[in-house]
């Protein structure tokens, strides 16, 4: 997958310089006129790096860098700014920015600190991944057992990790269908994405709603910003759902229909969301 850039500034010339510019480190590239747009091309489809200008009308790049970050932690940020205003940009290194360049910049200069950003973020990236789950290390033949039933159920498995069908586990308690979930997803093409495993017996019902799908800020009191749900941050992966059968029939109606429909919206907002899981 190509990586993908945000540029934001409110200078239409800018944008297209800027797009024409970067068009050679990748073809993945969005441009928003201001702040607030550009956050919201943000929280709907994540970007490697985000190069913004810091003085725009409405929300400026500091406050669009701090949003940045309280979702994505990770994706570097590049403060593009005037010389009169190098200190602020200083100020926002302090809140995270990856760097900053001043206007008039040259070209080599901007492209050499995006192509180090684009590295940097795919390193945290691939370290994420790697301190999250090991990839490689629930194998099948990891799983110890002889007697038929136990091969029978792995040889099963085996055959439907090559696939992007959703597998219902059935077992007792303690007889590894964790194991047998994870072992799954990481013999599968999804091996590279998240893995979530959430156990709906521990989740009140009040919460397991808004832990799936997630939440619009103000959907419910001590709502304060837009939260994303399971569904959304597995993206690309696996989501394990231990104790389905705790749910309660109203959340598991709504989890039928978002089966069905591959899509759901947050809590309190309108927004559809089309997402890209499997479900064991």
């Known amino acids: 997958m190509p990586p993908r850039i945000l540029v934001v500034d409110d200078e239409e010339n800018m944008r297209r310089s800027l797009r024409l510019l970067l068009s050679d480190l990748t073809h993945d590239i969005e441009v928003a006129g201001e702040g607030r747009e550009a956050y919201d091309l943000f929280a709907r489809r994540k970007h490697d790096v985000v190069l913004t200008d810091l003085r725009m009308p409405g929300m400026d790049g500091l406050t669009l860098l701090q949003k940045i970050k309280d979702l994505s932690p990770d994706t570097p940020v590049i403060i593009v700014t005037a010389f009169g205003s190098i200190e602020t940009a200083v100020d926002a290194m302090k809140e995270g920015a990856f760097d900053y360049v001043t206007k008039p910049f040259k070209e080599d200069e901007i492209k050499l600190i995006i ?69 799954i997803h990481y013999n599968s093409p999804r091996r590279a994405g998240p893995f979530l495993a959430i156990n709906c017996a521990a989740i009140p019902d009040t919460l397991l709603e808004s832990e799936l799908f997630g939440y619009e800020r103000g959907a419910f009191t001590g709502a304060e910003r837009r939260r994303h749900g399971k569904f959304e941050v597995a993206s690309g992966g696996t989501i394990l759902l231990d104790e389905v059968a705790d749910m309660s029939g109203a959340v598991q109606a709504k989890l039928l229909r978002v089966l069905e429909e591959k899509q759901y919206e947050r809590l309190g907002g309108d927004e559809t969301i089309n997402f890209d899981v499997r479900l064991i």
């Open 115 to 183: 192509g180090r950003a684009l590295r940097v973020s795919t390193v945290l990236t691939e370290n994420r991944v790697l301190r999250e789950e090991l990839e490689g290390k629930y194998n099948f033949n990891k799983i110890i057992g002889t007697s038929k039933a136990m091969l029978d159920a792995l040889s099963l498995a085996g055959e439907v990790s090559s696939t992007d069908t959703t597998v219902l586990l059935l077992g007792e308690s303690g007889t590894g269908k964790e194991l047998f979930a994870r072992a």
